[in-house]
């Protein structure tokens, strides 16, 4: 079903979560994040905004990384090791986005499952709460601050309860290596064991957006397993 729009020059954002793994302005976020930006983006570091050029992307796994022009102090590292079932994590984003508060959310549980929805081997599940601007976030062991997973998506909550989803750090390590990303040179800041956790994920992690007018644009919906999905096509940007 498609219909034209009635209204005109509507201002139109989206926004997540998104966290560096370097410390020359390399961050992760979920694809479908900046999806609709047409390299948009801004992130807030330090209260400060900063463009954010889209420079690689994998639709499939929901991956796309971003490049800022600065340097920051702290990024996550990413766990070499494979995730295992009840192993301690912690998620870190910005639920709701700043409707809530622009104060970075932390929310903690365990991994429950090493599949994703219909056996998806790239994702775990979780029952950390993530709610919408959690897209995008680390997940990472409670224990030594590395991440784990990448928060991406969760079921229905009116009909379960608990079942959230993040892509495998193996997943994110694979996709920086095949866009030259090497995370060999990066320095560690901390030690295994010594993490002051809170502290790394608040400076490493980011509040991402975008905004742009609409002067003339088409809404459709497709259904299909009674999943719903708004597609809004962009014809003019701020």
Partial sequence: VAEKAKDKNKVQASSGTAFFVTNKG??????????GCKDKSKIIYQGTDYKAKLIAKDKYLDLALLKSDLQNENYISISNKSPKKLQRIIAAGYPLGKELSDDLKFTSGIVSSLKGLEDDSTRIQIDAALNY??????????????????????????VTESINFGIKAGSVKNFLDSNQINLDLNTKKFNLGNVDLASILESATV???????????????????????LVVVIFNFA
């Avoid at 390399?26 to 999806?35: L, Q, R």
């Fill in 26 to 35: 390399h961050a992760i976020t979920n694809y479908h994040v900046v999806e």
């Fill in 133 to 158: 601007g959690n897209s995008g976030g680390p997940i990472v062991d409670e224990k030594t601050g590395e991440l784990i997973a990448v928060a991406v998506a969760g079921l229905d909550k009116q």
């Fill in 207 to 229: 509040y991402t957006f975008c905004k742009w007018i609409i002067k003339d644009y088409l809404i459709w919906q497709q259904s299909d397993n009674n999943l719903t999905t």
